[in-house]
């Protein structure tokens, strides 16, 4: 269980606005751009599958799958983004290799220093790779 300044995670109340807004901004970056994207995925999805014919059937399942992994890795990634404020009971070596903002080297922390979800992104990059390619093969067989 994760615990934020010994507080289990529904009852943490911030300390100001300052530490509210880094928290939100976390959220709405983190979980939300995964989120909006499956959505917007799942909608070209429906798309292609109610509104044309049947020869675009394969287009509109390669979008609602490629949809699902997507709420699969948002899922995945909020999931590991709920030790962002969490006591430090470990220092990690990602933690010890992290460089200051520029600019911010006496503010105060919030949580864990912040590191770019590089694998989440590489992957997302790969996979979206895939279903182009996907998409390309598909639209020269019509």
Same mark, same amino acid.
Request: positive net charge.
């Given at each position: ?8 995670? @529904?009852?943490?109340?911030?300390? @100001? ?41 394969? #287009? ?15 899922? #995945? ?42 694998? @989440? ?11 182009? #390619? ?9």
């Amino acid at each position: 269980m994760h615990t934020y300044r010994g507080h289990r995670a @529904d009852s943490f109340v911030t300390l @100001d606005v300052l530490e509210l807004n880094e928290l939100r901004a976390r959220n709405r970056t983190f979980n939300g751009a995964y989120r909006r994207t499956a959505l917007a995925t799942l909608g070209y999805a429906l798309t292609a599958l109610r509104l044309f014919d049947s020869r675009f059937l394969r #287009i509109g399942i390669l979008y609602l799958v490629l949809s699902i992994l997507l709420f699969a890795l948002g899922y #995945i990634r909020a999931r590991h983004s709920r030790h962002d404020f969490a006591d430090r009971s470990k220092t990690s070596a990602l933690d010890q290799r992290a460089l200051p903002t520029v600019g911010q080297e006496d503010r105060r922390e919030y949580g864990r220093p912040f590191i770019t979800a590089g694998r @989440d992104v590489a992957t997302i990059g790969a996979l979206v790779m895939v279903v182009e #390619i996907l998409l390309l093969a598909f639209v020269l067989q019509m």
